[in-house]
C-alpha cells in the first residue's frame, strides 16, 4: 500500500511539475474592451471545444424578474441582427409594435379593478395581431440550425446561482464561424419570438420544480436557508415573475451583465493561438468596453437557530440538509473538499459506508461542498433517500451521528491520504476532454483570478490536516446554522397505525 | 503581451470592417482524424483481447464484455441479472470483503465496477499507469471469482424493492416504462419489470449460478485502453487470466421480439402534477436494416432537434406546448428499438399538444422534405462525424460492440457513405413505408382533471394504466396435522390467558380507547385512539390527531375513511391498511381457531403462524402463561411494504378480559408508536349502525 501510494504521489507531482509544460499550450490574452481569452491547444484530434463564462446569475436577477438571467440566455439562441430575419428593418419595428402594445395592455391592467374588460380585450386582440405580424419576418431558429448544421456536438447553454454557460464543440474547421456567431450574438442580439420563449420557460419551470417533488424541496430548502442573500431563489425564477418578463428585462439585464469584462472565453482543442488571437479581435473587438456590472450587495444575516421545511408529497420522502459555510476564496474551502471526500466520495465515503451499506436506511445519499453555488456564502448539503420502509427520521438522526463524528474523532491518516489521492487522480482524469478542460479553465479564472489555481488547488489539498477537518466540522457543523428539510406524506398516510 | 499594438489593432477593426455574413464564410477542409490500429489476439483459454496504447495521460483502463443479460432474466426472477451485476462487485471477490475492495482500489485512485444490462454484462476499470497491475488482479476477480457475500445481496435486493416503492414518482419515467411494457409486452424479456416478488424469489444461490453460466472465458471479450506497452500487457493477461479455464455451452440467441401493435391512448393519472408526460409511437427496427441511414435522416428532420425540427417548430417554437420534444427512430443492434416521439407539456396543452403532433406526423408523411431540411438533416451527421474519433478509445469501443454484435468491422463507414447518398425521395419513402400512426401507441402520464380539452377530442380508444405496485406474497410456512394442532393448542393457551378461550369465542363487540405516542416521520406526535370492534371483524377507528380528526370504518368488504379535508371510501392501499388492521387485531386473532377460514400453524417455539387468505402474521406466545408477546407481519405503505412489529407489555384485567396494557410498535426496526391502554369495554352491545355512522 505504501509502495502505490508514493507511486501515485510521483505521478502526480510529475504533472504537479508539468504544469510548466502543460502552460506551454495555454495561450491567454485580453482585449481592450475587458474581454480575456484562454487558448489550449491539443492536437490529437481536428475538434475544439469553446466554453464562454458569464459572470452573472441568477444571483443577478431583480425582485418581481427573478429567473431572467435564464430567460436572457433561451433568447442567446434566438439570433441576431444579421442571422434568423427575413427583413430586418421591418422585424424591428414590427417588435417595437409588440412593446408598445404590450405598454397600453400593461396601463390599462395597472388600474385592477377600475381596468376596462372591453379594452383589455381589444389590447390582448392586438397584441396577437402584433406578435402574427413580428412572426412573419423571422427565419426561425436559424441561429441553432446553423450550429447544428455545422457539425456542433454538447451544444448547450446553462444558468447558475453565479454564472451563465455557452458552450459547445465544433470540427476545427469551423473556427471563425463559432467566433461569428458568438460575437454577434452578444453583441447585437434581436428578442424575436420573446414571448413565445418565456412559455417554454414557463414549461421547463413546470418540468423541473412543480413536477418534480425532489425540485420543489430544494426550492423549499433555499427560501428557508437564505432570508436575504438572492441564493434563496432558484435559477428558475417563480412562475408569476416568468409569466410577466418583459423583453425590456431581458435586455437591461444584457446591457448590465454581458460586458466584455464580465465574460470569459475558454477555447480547446485543435486550435492555432495566434488564429484565435486574431479572430478574437476580429469579432469581439468591437463590443464596447461598457461599465463592470454592481457586486451583489445582500449578506446573508447570520442564522441564528436550526430551521426545518416540510414539504407535503405522495412521493416517496428525500431528506436534505444544509450548513451554512463561507464562500470558495475563503481559505477553509479546500477543507471542505476534503470533508466531502471523507463522507460522500465514492464507495469508502462514510455516508455510503454506514446508511447504504452498513444500516440499509438509504437507497442512495451523498453530500456537495458548496450549494447552491459557491461565489458567496452557501450550505455544505448532506442529502438522502429512504429505503423503503424506512423515515426522514431515521436518515436524520443516522446522519447527524456521522458529522458528530466529524468533530469528535479526528480523521485517520489513510482515509486523509486517499481522499488526497483521489482529488490528484480526478485532476489528472480531467486532463482528456476538451471540454472539461474549457469549463475548469473559465471557472478557476474567474472564481480565483488565475487558471492554474486548478493545479495549485491540488496542492492547497494537499496540505489539511486531521486537525483541520475536526475544527472546520466544529465550526460550521452546529446545529443553529442548519436546515432541514423533507418530504412528508398527505395527512391519511399518519393513519397508519 | 503588448497591449498598445492590440489596441490599436482593435479600435482599427472597429472602425474599418463590419462583421462578415457567416454566408460567405469559408470553411478550409478539415483534417482526416487519425484512426488507431486496435491490436487482436485472443489468450490461451479462449478469452478474446482487444489492445489499443495511448500515452498522453498516466492511465489505463478497460472493460470486458460477456454476452448475457437482463433478457435471460427468468421469469419468475425478474431483476435477477441486475443484481448479480451489482453483487459481484459490492459483494467481494478473490477472498476479499467488498469493503476489502473498496478500501483497496480507492487508496489508489482505481476502481472496478460491474453490471449487468440488457443484451450484454459489462465489468471496467480503471488505474494509474503504476497500479495497473495490481488492479487488473482484483479485476479479474471480480470477473472470475465474486464471492456474492450474503448481506450484500440482501442489500442490492432492499435497494431494488426500494427502487420499485419509488417507481412512481416520476411522470417522465413512468411513461417511459408504460410505453416500453405496451410495446414489447409485459410477458416478453423486453416488456417485463421486476416486482417486490420476483425479488424477494431471488437467492444467493441465483446469482452463483447466473454467474457461472455466462461468465466463462470463451463468452468474454476483453478491452484495455492507455498507457501500457502492448507486448508486455499481452504476458501479463495470459499470467493474470490464462488459469481461469471454465467452460459452459455457447449462450444461446436472445430471444426474439414478438410483438403486435398496441394502437390507442393510454393513461397514467398522477394528479400531483401539472405537466403531461407523453411517449408516442411503435416498434422500429436494427442498426442493420438497409433503410437505417434513410431513417436516422427522417427522424431528424422529422424530430431531431427541439428547435429546428418539424415537431420542435411546431410544438415549441411556434405555440410554446413544450420544452422538451423530440423523434428518435432509436434502433438496436440486437433487435427492433422504438421509434418514439416524446416530451412533456402543461396539463391543459395535453390534447392541443399531442393532436398538434398527429397532424405534423401525417403532414411530414404526406409530403417530401424540403432541399434544405434534407441537407440540414445530412449535415448534422456527417459534420459532426468526426466526433466519432476525438477520443482513440471511441475507436476501441466500437470495435469491440461491432464484434460483440457481429457486425461488420468498418460499419460506421458504410452508414456514412449511405447517408451522404440520401435523397429526399427515400425519406418519403421511408417514412411511409416505416411509419404507422394509425399504429402509434400515445402513453400520457399527467393529470387528466387539469387536460381542460377531454381526451375524447383525440377520437382514440383510451386504456387507463393501472400504476398499483403489486405487493409481494407472504412467505407462508409448510404445515401438516401435528403442527397444526400444536398451533391451535398454543392459540388456546393465549386465549385462556387472555381472559378464557370460550369467553373470547362467545364475544360479540368490544370497544378499547389507547393514548399514542408516534415517532414516525419526522418528529413526534402524540394521539388518541379508539377502537370499536364486532364479530365477525367490522371496525371502526377514531384517531385525534394534531390536526384533526381521522374516522375510518371497515366491514369487512369495504368502508370509508373520513379525514380533516373530507371523506372518500376506502379504496387502494388505505383500504389494504383497514383490512390487515382487522386482521392483526389481538382479540380478532385469538379467536382464530373458531374462523374455518384461517388456519393455525406452530413454526418454531412459542410461534404460531396464522394465515387468512393473503394475510399472514406470526404471534410469539409465552408457553408457560400464555401471554403474547409480539406479532410480525408485512404491513401495506405508501412506499411499498413495512416490516411492522408490535410488543406487547404484560397484561392487566380490564372488565373481565385481560389484555397488554402497553404495546410498542416498530416499523423496519425502528420504533414507529408506543401505545398505552386507557379503557376496555367488552359486549356493550354495540350495533353496525353505530360503527358505520359517519361523524
Known sequence: MRKSAAALWFVAAAWGQNLPEFEKKVTEFTLANGLHFIVLERHEAPVVSFHTYVDAGSVDDSNGRTGIAHMFEHMAFKGTETIGSKNIVLEKKALANIEAVYDQLEQERRKGTGADEKRMAELQAKLKDAISTANTYVDSELYTRIMEDNGAVGLNASTGVDQTQYFLSYPSNRLELWFLMEADRFRAPVFREFYKERDVVREEKRMRSESSPQGELVDAMLAAAFQGHPYKTSPAGFASDIENYRVEDAKKFRETYYVPGNLTIAIAGDVDPKEARRLAEKYFAPMPKGELPPPVITVEPKQNGERRVEIVSAAQPMLLIGYKRPQNTHPDDPVFDVIDGILSGGRTGTIYKELVEKRKLALAAASASSFPGGKYPNLYLVYALPNAGKTVKELELALGGLIENLKNVPVDETTLKRVKTKVRAGLIRQLASNGGLASQLTFYHVNYGNWRVMFQGVEDIEKVTAADVQRVAQTYFVDKAKTVAYHVKPPEEHHQH | ?695
Do not use: C
Open chain 2, 1 to 695: 503581451m503588448k497591449p498598445l499594438l492590440f489596441l490599436a489593432t482593435a479600435v482599427l477593426a472597429a472602425q474599418t470592417a463590419a462583421p462578415p455574413s457567416w454566408k460567405t464564410l469559408k470553411y478550409p477542409p478539415l483534417r482526416d482524424p487519425h484512426i488507431p490500429e486496435v491490436t487482436q489476439f485472443t489468450l490461451s483459454n479462449g478469452m478474446r483481447v482487444f489492445l489499443l496504447e495511448n500515452h498522453e495521460l498516466p492511465v489505463v483502463s478497460g472493460f470486458a464484455l460477456v454476452r448475457t443479460g437482463n433478457l435471460f432474466d427468468p421469469k419468475e426472477k425478474i431483476g435477477l441479472a441486475g443484481i448479480t451485476g451489482a453483487v459481484m462487485r459490492t459483494g467481494g471477490a478473490g477472498g476479499k470483503t467488498g469493503d476489502q475492495l473498496n478500501e483497496q482500489l480507492e487508496n489508489i485512485a482505481a476502481s472496478v465496477e460491474s453490471n449487468i444490462g440488457e443484451t450484454s454484462a459489462r465489468v471496467s476499470f480503471s488505474a494509474l499507469k503504476e497500479n495497473s497491475d495490481e488492479v487488473l488482479g482484483l479485476f479479474k476477480s471480480v470477473i472470475a471469482a465474486p464471492s456474492f457475500a450474503e448481506d450484500k445481496v440482501d442489500l442490492a435486493k432492499t435497494q431494488e424493492k426500494s427502487g420499485i416503492g419509488r417507481r412512481n414518482d416520476d411522470p417522465g419515467d413512468i411513461a417511459s416504462r408504460e410505453f416500453n411494457e405496451l410495446l414489447y409486452g409485459k410477458t416478453t424479456p423486453y416488456g417485463w419489470r421486476a416486482e417486490y416478488a420476483t425479488i424477494d424469489a431471488i437467492v444467493r444461490e441465483d446469482l452463483v449460478e447466473f454467474h457461472k453460466r455466462y461468465f466463462f472465458p470463451k463468452n468474454i471479450m476483453l478491452a484495455v485502453y492507455g498507457d501500457f506497452d502492448g507486448a508486455a500487457l499481452r504476458l501479463r493477461l495470459e499470467q493474470v487470466f490464462g488459469s481461469w479455464t471454465a467452460e459452459q455451452p455457447p449462450v444461446p440467441d436472445f430471444p426474439k421480439v414478438e410483438a403486435e401493435p398496441r394502437p390507442g391512448v393510454f393513461l397514467a393519472t398522477k394528479d400531483d402534477v401539472n405537466q403531461t408526460s407523453f411517449y408516442i409511437g411503435h416498434l422500429g427496427g436494427t442498426l442493420l436494416d438497409k433503410d437505417y441511414p434513410a431513417l436516422e435522416v427522417m427522424a431528424s428532420v422529422l424530430g431531431g432537434s427541439p428547435f429546428t425540427s418539424r415537431l420542435g417548430s411546431a410544438i415549441r417554437v411556434q405555440r410554446g406546448y413544450a420544452y422538451q420534444i423530440g423523434a428518435d427512430w432509436g434502433a438496436n443492434y440486437s433487435h427492433p428499438g422504438t421509434f418514439t416521439i416524446v416530451g412533456g407539456t402543461k396539463s391543459e396543452n395535453t390534447v392541443p399538444a399531442v393532436k398538434t403532433i398527429r397532424e405534423e406526423v401525417d403532414k411530414f408523411i404526406q409530403g417530401q422534405p424540403s432541399a434544405a431540411e434534407l441537407q440540414s438533416a445530412k449535415d448534422k451527421i456527417l459534420n459532426t462525424f468526426v466526433f466519432n474519433f476525438d477520443n482513440p478509445s471511441k475507436t476501441l469501443s466500437r470495435l469491440v460492440s461491432y464484434e460483440y454484435f457481429g457486425y461488420p468491422k468498418d460499419f460506421i463507414f458504410q452508414y456514412k457513405t449511405a447517408v451522404e447518398k440520401v435523397s429526399a425521395a427515400d425519406v418519403q419513402r421511408v417514412a411511409r413505408q416505416y411509419l404507422k400512426p394509425q399504429n402509434f401507441t400515445y402513453v400520457l402520464a399527467g393529470k387528466p382533471a387539469d387536460f381542460g380539452t377531454p381526451l375524447t377530442a383525440l377520437s382514440l380508444p383510451v386504456t387507463p394504466i393501472d400504476l398499483t405496485i403489486p405487493e409481494p406474497k407472504a412467505d407462508v410456512s409448510a404445515a401438516d396435522e401435528g403442527s397444526i394442532s400444536q398451533g391451535k393448542q398454543l392459540l388456546q393457551k393465549m386465549a385462556d390467558a387472555m381472559g378464557g378461550a370460550a369467553k373470547v369465542a362467545a364475544l360479540k363487540d368490544y370497544k378499547v380507547a389507547y393514548s399514542v405516542d408516534m415517532s414516525g416521520g419526522s418528529g413526534t406526535m402524540k394521539a388518541k385512539q379508539t377502537q370499536l370492534w364486532m364479530a365477525p371483524g367490522t371496525i371502526r377507528q377514531e384517531n385525534d390527531l394534531p390536526f384533526g380528526k381521522v374516522v375510518a370504518y371497515y366491514d369487512g368488504a369495504g368502508g370509508w375513511i373520513k379525514l380533516p379535508q373530507g371523506d372518500a371510501p376506502l379504496s387502494g392501499p388505505v383500504l389494504k391498511q383497514m383490512q390487515e388492521q382487522s386482521f392483526h387485531d389481538l382479540v380478532g386473532l385469538a379467536r382464530s381457531a373458531s374462523i374455518p377460514a384461517r388456519r393455525v400453524n406452530y413454526v418454531g417455539p412459542g410461534v404460531i403462524e396464522i394465515t387468512d387468505g393473503g394475510l399472514v402474521t406470526r404471534l410469539e406466545i409465552d408457553e408457560e402463561t400464555g401471554a403474547p408477546k409480539r406479532q410480525m407481519y408485512q404491513a401495506t405503505g405508501m412506499g411499498g411494504p413495512q416490516q411492522v412489529e408490535e410488543i406487547y407489555g404484560p397484561l392487566q384485567e380490564f372488565g373481565g378480559f385481560r389484555l397488554p396494557a402497553k404495546s410498542t410498535v416498530m416499523q423496519g426496526g425502528q420504533k414507529f408508536a408506543e401505545a398505552t391502554l386507557a379503557s376496555a369495554e367488552f359486549d356493550t352491545g354495540l350495533t353496525r349502525a353505530q360503527l358505520s355512522a359517519k361523524p
